[in-house]
């Protein structure tokens, strides 16, 4: 017995003798548990992350779509501190990249159609640095994929995230339209007859009706052509490189009936959106989801009894369903950032839509159910980088589309202008291309 409580006892001091001298580690994140809850994973913050702050770089105000709510919550929910740094859009990769060489990079910034210019600024997102798991089915894989170059993630977004993936739509003005005897395209899609058709029937009964001093519709160029299944550029995350598409059959055939509707007065061809269905300059326009959104969305000011809104019409009247985009809205983190892994959580928590006061974002109930149905079905194969791919040409340009020589055009004019476009195209495919490849080199 005193040979058992001998071995015992010097067993307990060899124990404790080896964990003398060692130095506490600090905590990591496991970010491999399964937890039965988003609140759950947030049980597991460091705590030498407590105190800490993650600089968010962006544009816009704290005010918008609940941001201020949302950033008091995660700093209550883990003690990580969150600072704004705000870097107008137009010269976001200018003074970020000038805040990196200057050793003051923020942690995260927002890419909003500037890749693959914001490459390079980015770093790879590594589960070591930020504790990030990108095959965690909390991201979204289909988003990360699509910003993924030689094996390395750069942009990650939110499966569930309330800030990206719907693309685009139809808005009108329907007291307009009601008080001119005028159907809808609600009315339309309820007879399941809104299509091409439709749309010009529409449009020649506002063009008649409604007294309007210019074309009675603004049409976005690039979400009318992805339409049909066409685009300036293709790009292939697999191999890491963009080509040219603009001269395909698919785009010569969407700019042809576009280019035809603006011959006979019934639309203006726009790049983006404009806000001439807000300011009652005309009635009906295609463009992005950002319009179904309050303030700062892109038609806020209108009243939200007289704003409509409705999917994309069919090309074809017998198509199977409805053609649906996809709007790219992503966040990376930034090269020398000061606090990756507080970055991540921020990630993990503002991305997550459980988090967002949903009344504080859409213009109304029926805005927010189109918008969660066009992220439903938002079309990743329609995913197109134009805009980026252009600026690495002209940074200072807020026009993003590469088809305005066409678009400023007759359809008599359309070939030939869309060879000047397809040169535009390729030189701007070529640059973008180059630069992949110096990320590649680099990274």
């Known amino acids: 017995m005193k040979r058992i409580l001998c071995f015992l006892f010097a067993t307990v001091l060899l124990i404790s003798f080896c964990g003398c001298g ?10 491999n548990v399964q937890v039965d809850s988003e609140e759950e994973f947030f049980l597991d913050v460091p705590s030498e992350l407590r105190g800490t702050k993650v600089q968010i770089a962006g544009w816009g105000s704290d005010t918008d779509f609940d941001k201020a709510n949302i950033y008091a919550n995660f700093t209550s929910l883990t003690g990580i501190e969150l600072e704004r740094v705000f870097v107008n859009q137009a010269e976001y990769i200018v003074k970020l990249s000038s805040l990196i060489a200057a050793d003051q ?3 995260v910034i927002t890419e909003n159609g500037d890749f693959p210019r914001t490459l390079k600024i980015l770093q790879p997102i590594t589960k070591e640095k930020t504790g990030i798991d990108v095959n965690d089915p909390f991201w979204d894989k289909k988003m990360t994929d699509l910003y993924t170059i030689d094996g390395k993630v750069y942009i990650v977004s ?127 326009q295609i463009c ?27 090309v074809n009247k017998d198509d199977a369903d409805y053609p649906y985009t996809i709007g790219l809205h992503g966040y990376g983190i930034v090269q020398g950032a000061r606090n990756p892994l507080g970055a991540g959580y921020y990630l993990r928590y503002y991305l997550n839509e459980d988090h967002v006061n949903e009344d504080n974002v859409y213009k109304n109930e029926e805005a927010k159910a189109l918008f969660l149905k066009l992220k439903q079905n938002a079309n990743y194969s329609a995913a197109t980088f134009y805009r980026g791919v252009r600026m690495i040409l002209e940074p200072e340009s807020s026009n993003g589309t590469m088809l305005s020589v066409v678009i400023n055009s007759t359809s008599a004019q359309m070939s030939v202008n869309l060879i000047a476009a397809e040169n535009q195209v390729n030189y701007a495919v070529e640059e973008a291309n180059k630069l992949i490849r110096d990320v590649i080199a680099e990274n």
């Not at 091409?196 to 020649?204: D, R, V």
């Not at 063009?207 to 049409?219: E, H, L, N, Q």
């Not at 011959?263 to 790049?271: E, N, S, T, W």
């Open 22 to 31: 060692e130095k506490e580690q600090p905590q990591k994140p496991n970010t």
């Open 105 to 107: 990079a923020p942690d």
């Open 158 to 284: 939110g499966a569930r995230s309330s800030g990206s993936k719907a693309g685009g739509n139809v808005y009108f003005n329907k007291t307009t339209l009601s008080e001119n005897g005028i159907k809808t395209p609600n009315q339309y899609v309820e007879e399941n007859n809104w299509n091409l058709e439709t749309l010009e029937k529409l449009l020649t009964e506002m063009k008649s009706a409604c007294g309007y001093s210019r074309a009675p519709a603004s049409i976005d160029v690039d979400i009318w052509t992805l339409m049909f299944g066409a685009k300036q550029l293709e790009w292939d995350s697999v191999k890491g490189e963009f080509k040219s598409t603009v001269a395909s059959p698919e785009m010569k055939l969407a700019l042809g009936k576009l280019l035809t509707l603006q011959d006979r007065g019934l639309v203006k061809i726009i790049a983006g959106h404009d806000d001439s269905i807000a300011n009652g300059t005309s009635g009906f």
């Open 288 to 314: 992005g989801s950002y319009g179904l959104k309050k303030s700062p969305g892109w038609f806020y000011t209108m009243d939200a009894d007289d704003l409509g809104f409705e999917v994309l019409p069919k």
